[in-house]
């Protein structure tokens, strides 16, 4: 489901990273390694235009997994990447499916009808599109038998949210009247309507994904950059430098 979005003409108040930091933040990928890459070659395009002044910091919103076809070469680009690049990964719902599923297999139950089978594709693994218990214990240690300790380690370091100036990068987005750095995990992966419906003031604006849209939705509170990677081909990053905002 894509939802509507306000775009061009809602801007939000002056927020700023700190001088001499720039912020690339990359919506939900889902598998889509083609516009992945050409996500990463538009920022290496931009970094050569536009130098930084110092410090660029590529941060990536989380869902790297499930429904599109290529989820393991995802984590295989984003793994490396995190070694070349000062990087910052985000832990989304879909990823932990995954890290749940290899601890409780029943969790396919649920994580199959939000693209979990497309994933176990990509590693290899053949499932059927019926799964019994057993079935799911099968594919959970299959899986934990083959996952590379890259992935492993990648999955386990992935951060709840980041910080940057006055703005606040996360998944799905915040619990309102809650104080940032207290939210529950559940909120921080999977809210959508009472913070996507609020008006309140935050304390910085929350940059996030797991709801999309059509086109980057920039409100006073909040930007969301999940453009439905997946399903458009439309794979979106925001920028972020001193007080102005804009889109490669």
């Not at 939000?12 to 390694?33: C, E, F, K, M, W």
């Not at 070694?83 to 969790?107: K, S, Y």
Request: proline residues 5%; charged residues 25%.
């Amino acid at each position: 489901m894509i939802w509507s979005s306000r775009t061009s003409h809602i801007v939000a108040p002056r927020r700023s990273v700190p001088a001499g930091t720039r912020i690339y933040a990359i919506g939900d990928i889902h598998g889509r390694l083609d516009l992945l890459d050409s996500v990463l070659a538009r920022i290496d395009k931009d970094t050569d235009v536009h130098p930084p002044v110092s410090n660029a910091v590529r941060i990536f919103l989380g869902d790297y997994i499930d429904r599109g076809p290529d989820s393991k070469r995802v984590l295989d680009r984003l793994v490396n990447h995190c070694v070349t690049h000062p990087t910052v990964c985000l832990m989304g719902n879909h990823e932990a499916f995954l890290r749940q599923f290899l601890i409780n297999p029943d969790v396919l139950t649920v994580w199959r009808n939000c693209g979990g089978l497309d994933t176990l594709l990509s590693f290899g693994l053949s499932p059927k599109i019926e799964t019994n218990a057993q079935d799911q214990r099968e594919l959970a240690s299959e899986l934990d038998r083959i996952l590379p300790s890259s992935h492993r380690e990648f999955l386990g370091g992935l951060k709840q949210y980041f910080i940057c100036g006055d703005f606040f990068f996360v998944h799905a987005g915040v619990r309102p009247g809650i104080c940032l750095t207290k939210q529950s995990e559940d909120d921080l992966l999977w809210i959508r309507e009472d913070f996507l419906s609020s008006e309140d003031n935050f304390g910085k604006v929350v940059v996030h994904g797991h709801t999309p849209v059509l086109e980057p939705d920039v409100r006073a509170n909040r930007i969301n950059i999940d453009t439905g990677a997946y399903a458009t081909g439309r794979l979106t990053c925001l920028v972020l430098e001193n007080d102005k905002i804009r889109f490669i």
